[in-house]
């Protein structure tokens, strides 16, 4: 018997190798080695099947969902493969992350259940590696010269806002160098009561400073500036006096902790008093457990989840829509939410400009274990704003019309909002553009104005050489505020009771067209230079605080006029 054994063994062999000398095709295209196998299993969690989860092949585009049963199937793969598998569905962490061989059909994908609740308890994570926790961001979102989020986000406005000295120097009332202004004077009225006086603009005054107004009270500035502390105290902390973990302003932890947004259902706009934080949902998790959300749906193994609000413009409302005695101040959702750039179909989200992908291929170091993707599929954490010059620079489209004669040079300025998806400026209503008209001769003296608006005694009175430029020839963008009770215009002191006295600022797609005349009786060359600039705050108050903020040029054009 075992001899008849090792005959079949033989016969099967040399049938075998008979079959392989016959067939010449290639490969690729032998039966015996086909490519179209499949991979399957079902996904679970700890009550039975899940229906509908998502089932992805990590980092690439292609998925597939469970059925009513909770299996999936994958079809067509090649022979020889490794697949690595991800599941995920709404309320659970991401699950698996392992590989696969191509034919298994027994894989099993356990989901399990993210626990409703936030934990107020919670020790946030510092964004930096020497705080000397494993968690930290820095450790394995950072690598020298690279372009890792940690890496982007260092050099973002957002890890600056609890320490931006502008900020700080306006809550307190102060200049750059602490000199603080004197405490607000008030007046006594028998039918209303106890009123603010204006200030004395004398060589004690630094400029305004919410503290100065309301010395007995935090206010809510933390509740953007500062919100690792607001979370849980919205109206009592001071952002002046931080330490620890709560100086790093919107750090890392704070926005991969954000669960959804909590908006008014009929305006689509943060509810009134309601900024930051206190329109926010968090998932801050137990002790033993950590969670992040974040716009990819295959990030495993972890404690981590798809939040689809991480993708969406909604996610930036908190903090970049408030009003202040009902008056809107900070604008730039609401204006987005008003303009064309904010249809669902043909827009473009607030993620899509101020956090652009292509920057890198991954969002963690290979020894942490970061998968190679698609850059364009990696959102930037550089997140470029009003500090950004290149953004600036591309955020209008001027042209310039000009002629010379009848002893007359005109220009007619055209500037359209046609790359911005709101107002420019945006947000703070300290912010404004310039355009400034200029007509000079040979001898680099100015033609006398004959028409066209002249720039207001805000834009600085004084030598503009050094960029005061008030009563020359130009227009300004801004959102201009008086103090209701003070009168005084254009008033920085906005968390008083104030109207807005005007609103200059180009909307999405709105072009502004501006007309001047100079006199010309000069028979040499005569240069006509238009300058768009970007200031940050009224010159008269960056005098005050001492902010060395320089004006950012936008759009300069040059003509030259024989």
């Known amino acids: 018997m075992f001899s008849g054994r090792i005959n079949i063994i033989l016969i099967l062999i040399l049938l075998g190798f008979v079959l392989m000398c016959c067939y010449s095709g290639d490969p690729e295209d032998d039966p015996l080695l086909t490519s179209e196998l499949s991979i399957s299993g079902s996904v679970v969690d700890d009550y039975g099947t899940v229906n509908g989860a998502i089932v992805r092949i990590q980092c690439t585009d292609r998925f597939t969902q469970t059925d009513s049963s909770g ?31 191509s034919g298994v059909d027994t894989i099993l994908l356990h989901l399990i259940k993210i626990p409703v609740g936030d934990n107020p308890d919670y020790e946030w994570l510092s964004s930096y590696q020497t705080e000397g926790k ?15 989020p940690f890496d982007e986000w260092i050099l973002d406005a957002h890890s600056k806002s609890a320490s931006n000295s502008r900020f700080l120097s306006m809550y307190l009332g102060s200049d750059v160098y602490g000199n603080q202004s004197p405490p607000t004077r008030f007046g006594y009225n028998r039918d209303y009561g106890y009123y603010p006086l204006p200030p004395k603009f004398d060589d004690t005054w630094f400029g305004p400073g ?44 704070f926005c991969h902790k954000i669960w959804d947004v909590k908006l008014n259902e009929v305006t689509g706009l943060p509810n009134d008093n309601m900024p930051g934080v206190l329109s926010y949902d968090f998932r801050r998790p137990e002790d033993g457990h950590q969670f992040f959300a974040g716009p990819f749906d295959d990030v495993a193994p972890g404690e981590d989840t798809y939040r689809e609000i991480q993708n969406e413009s909604a996610y930036c409302a908190p903090c970049h829509y408030a009003k202040f005695w009902d008056v809107e101040i900070y604008t730039s959702y609401g204006e987005w939410l008003a303009s064309p750039y904010s249809n669902t179909s043909a827009g473009q989200t607030c993620q899509d400009c101020h956090m652009p992908p292509g920057m890198t291929n991954r969002f963690a170091t290979v020894l942490a ?23 600036l620079r591309n955020s209008v489209t001027m042209s310039v019309n000009a002629s010379r004669n009848d002893n007359e040079v005109s220009a007619t300025v055209e500037i359209t909002n046609n790359k911005t998806g709101h107002h420019v400026p945006t947000d703070s209503p300290l912010r404004h553009l310039i355009l400034l008209v200029e007509a000079v001769n040979e001898n680099g003296n100015r033609l006398e104005q004959k028409s066209g608006s002249v720039l207001p005694d805000w834009c600085g009175i004084g030598d503009p050489n ?8 130009g227009k300004v963008y801004a959102k201009i505020l008086e103090d209701s009770w003070s009168g005084y215009i254009p008033t920085a002191a906005y968390w008083n009771r104030t109207r807005i006295i005007s609103d200059t600022r180009l909307a999405a797609f709105e072009t502004d067209r501006t007309s001047f005349t100079f006199s010309d009786e000069y028979s040499g060359n005569i240069t006509l230079c238009v300058s768009l600039l970007y200031r940050r705050a009224y010159k008269q108050l960056m005098d005050w605080k001492n902010w060395n903020e320089p004006d950012i040029v936008m759009v300069k054009e040059t003509i030259e006029m024989n």
């Open 369 to 391: 274990g970061g998968n190679v993707r698609e850059s364009s599929k990696i959102y930037s954490h550089l997140m470029p704003g009003a500090r950004d010059e290149n953004l």
């Open 210 to 253: 919410y503290k100065l107004d309301f010395p007995s009270t935090q206010g809510n500035c933390a509740a953007c500036h500062a919100p690792l502390l607001a979370v849980n105290n919205p109206y009592g902390i001071d952002p002046s006096i931080l330490d620890g973990v709560a100086k790093e302003g919107i750090n890392c932890d």
């Open 466 to 473: 050094e960029g005061y430029y008030a009563k020359l020839p």
């Open 134 to 148: 494993a968690g930290n961001c820095e450790n394995c979102h950072s690598e020298s010269g690279g372009s890792l």
């Open 71 to 101: 299996k999936f199937i994958f079809e067509g793969l090649n022979t020889n493969i490794l697949v690595k598998l991800t599941a995920w569905a709404e309320g659970y962490y991401i699950a698996g992350g392992a590989e696969y061989p």
